[in-house]
């Protein structure tokens, strides 16, 4: 039986490069416009915008939310709510792309057991996603009205879920990146040479010359011994 693949790594590295490339693109682009969308969902009722509704939980905090957004402010809330179900297909693309390339960088590096981690990060990314569309699906009811049970709870229960998949991707690739740069770093740092202490030189050994012991003549007379 052929081992499950994800359809990421079937890509060519290059293909993934110019995946990775558009998504990022076509996310950031997106990202902005909704940032410009939430400013007048930003009420007294609604401190972080969408996101307050997205984590409302109840019907009468939902009820409390969208009754602060008046005039334009629920226009733009649906507007958002269209875009937002392009974003998470980009950034969950971004997110499996950069999870899989920090489990190669990892497995590189020796470490298999975090190598193996990521990779289970990634392969989280795209369920991430699936999160967000229903909890677009159960913001969009909640807008249209009228809010009844148990929307806001799979709401709010998705939005935690995907919350919490996209932080925990970041920290391993924000992780990789930590330790691709200390490596770098420390292959550009110039190695200092051992400071070697200079030999003392040895002091000349002198040697007495050895003089030959003369022999003297025998007196007359006698033999020599």
């Not at 998504?23 to 682009?29: D, N």
Request: glycine share 6%.
């Amino acid at each position: 039986m052929k081992p499950l693949r994800h359809p990421i790594l079937e890509l060519s590295r290059p293909k993934r490069v110019a995946l990775f490339g558009v998504a990022f693109l076509i996310g950031f682009v997106l990202w902005y416009a909704l940032q410009q969308l939430d400013v007048p969902l930003q009420t007294r009722e609604a401190r972080w915008g969408i996101v307050s509704l997205e984590l409302s939980g109840t019907v009468e905090r939902s009820q409390e939310i969208i009754d602060s957004w008046k005039g334009t402010a629920l226009d733009n809330a649906r507007s958002g709510l269209l875009l937002d179900f392009i974003f998470p297909l980009c950034y969950s693309t971004v997110m499996t792309i950069a999870c899989f390339w920090a489990a190669s960088l990892f497995r590189d590096r020796g470490f298999r057991k975090t190598a193996w981690l990521a990779t289970v990060i990634a392969w989280l990314q795209w369920p991430a996603a699936a999160c967000d569309y229903l909890e677009n699906i159960a913001l969009w009811i909640q807008i249209r009205g009228p809010i009844q049970d148990p929307w806001p709870a799979i709401g709010r229960d998705s939005a935690i879920i995907k919350f919490t998949l996209v932080a925990i991707g970041l920290c391993c690739v924000v992780g990789a990146l930590v330790i691709l740069v200390l490596r770098r770093r420390a292959r550009l740092t110039p190695v200092p040479a051992p400071i070697t202490k200079p030999a003392m030189p040895s002091a000349p050994s002198v040697e007495a010359p050895i003089r030959p012991v003369a022999s003297h003549p025998s007196p007359p007379g006698e033999r020599p011994a």
